[in-house]
C-alpha cells in the first residue's frame, strides 16, 4: 500500500516536469544557435534589401508608420514547389519569414529567439492566422533555413 501510494506521488510530481519539457522541446526552433548566426552573416553579406508594405507591417505591429527595411535571403524547394525568404527588420529584433506556395503568400513575425509573434496570409487582403497555423508555417521557414545555412 505504501509502495503504490509513494508511486503515485512521484509521477504526480514528476509528469508537469515531463509534459513542459516535451512542450519546449515542440515549439523549440529548428534553428540552432551556430545556424541562426552563421544565416546572420550570410543575410549581411548576401542577403537583398527589401520592404513590405505599410498594411502588412501594420498587422504585424511593427513599423508604426515608419518604412522599414528587411534584409533577406530566398531560396526554393523544387519538391513542394514553395518559395521561402527569412529576413531581418533592419532597426529592430525581429525576423521576418515568408512562405508562398503560388496561392496565397504568409509571412511571419519572429522575435529575437525565433518565437513567433504573429502570422499572416496576404493572398486577397490581410488575413491573421491562427496561433497553431502561424507556428507551423514558420516552422517549417525555419526547417528550410536550417537546411540552407548547413549547405552554405
Not at 515549439?27 to 552573416?41: D, F, G, R, W, Y
Not at 527589401?50 to 523544387?78: E, K, Q, W, Y
Not at 496561392?103 to 504573429?118: A, E, G, H, K
Amino acid at each position: 500500500m505504501h509502495k503504490t501510494i509513494l508511486v503515485v506521488m512521484l509521477v504526480l510530481v514528476v509528469w508537469p516536469f515531463g509534459a513542459t519539457a516535451q512542450q519546449v522541446r515542440t515549439n523549440s526552433s529548428p534553428i540552432t544557435p551556430v545556424q541562426l548566426e552563421k544565416l546572420n552573416k550570410l543575410i549581411e553579406k548576401k542577403g537583398a534589401n527589401v520592404g513590405l508594405n505599410d498594411a502588412i507591417l501594420t498587422a504585424l505591429g511593427i513599423g508604426d508608420g515608419v518604412a522599414l527595411a528587411i534584409r533577406n535571403l530566398t531560396t526554393f524547394d523544387a519538391a513542394t514547389q514553395r518559395h521561402y525568404t527569412f529576413g531581418v527588420v533592419i532597426g529592430t529584433r525581429h525576423y521576418v519569414t515568408t512562405l508562398s506556395d503560388g496561392s496565397s503568400p504568409r509571412v511571419f513575425l519572429l522575435d529575437n529567439n525565433l518565437n513567433v509573434v504573429v502570422g499572416l496570409k496576404t493572398g486577397f487582403g490581410l488575413e491573421r492566422l491562427t496561433p497553431d497555423q502561424a507556428q507551423a508555417g514558420a516552422r517549417e521557414t525555419l526547417e528550410q533555413f536550417s537546411n540552407f545555412a548547413d549547405m552554405n
